[in-house]
């Protein structure tokens, strides 16, 4: 499996900062189509997909795009954000999800120990995509099985 410290959220070209931990669900709306046809037993048919994000981290004003006061300023402006959840080594095992999302609530907290940290939920707006191109390009690029030796000319 790979290192939940090995995935982390983008948000435009930048991680979050002192990032603790993200989250992402997806869910599709289930709509009734039981009938007396079905008896006792429930039918659903699927209804429109959605998907909402989360991110917790330490206080640190930054000018990131993706730090908590540029967080802020969205939420307060009600600006769409391109949204990511993938592994943090682009030489890594290539995984993504990517989204159009607004910010839908957030959190601030200050206690009087330890360090101040904050809590963004956002909402997605549309498709949550996912790239899987890479990993198809590179299980695609290994040489198909062949009857005779593969020979390379490197002259």
């Known amino acids: 499996g790979i290192d939940g410290k090995l995935i982390g959220m983008r948000i435009g070209n930048d991680f979050v900062p002192c990032e603790l931990s993200c989250t992402i669900a997806f869910e ?5 189509r039981s009938s007396s046809v079905n008896g006792d037993w429930a039918h ?3 209804g429109y997909k959605s998907w909402t994000a989360s ?3 330490k206080l640190l004003i930054s000018s990131l795009g993706s730090s908590f006061n540029s967080l ?6 009600g600006t769409e954000l391109t949204l ?16 159009q999302a607004t910010v839908r609530q957030g959190q601030l ?3 009087n120990t330890g360090k ?17 191109v890479q990993f198809w390009a590179l299980v695609n690029s290994m040489p198909a099985p062949a009857d005779k030796p593969i020979v390379l000319d490197l002259t």
């Open 55 to 57: 991110v917790d981290g």
């Open 84 to 99: 990511a959840i993938q592994n943090r080594n682009a030489d890594g095992q290539p995984f993504v999800l990517i989204g």
């Open 28 to 32: 599709v709306e289930k709509l009734n």
């Open 116 to 132: 101040a940290r904050w809590q963004m939920q956002f909402t997605g707006q549309g498709e949550l995509s996912d790239d899987t």
């Open 109 to 111: 907290e200050a206690g």
């Open 72 to 77: 802020f300023s969205a939420y307060k402006s």
């Open 44 to 46: 659903h048919r699927n």
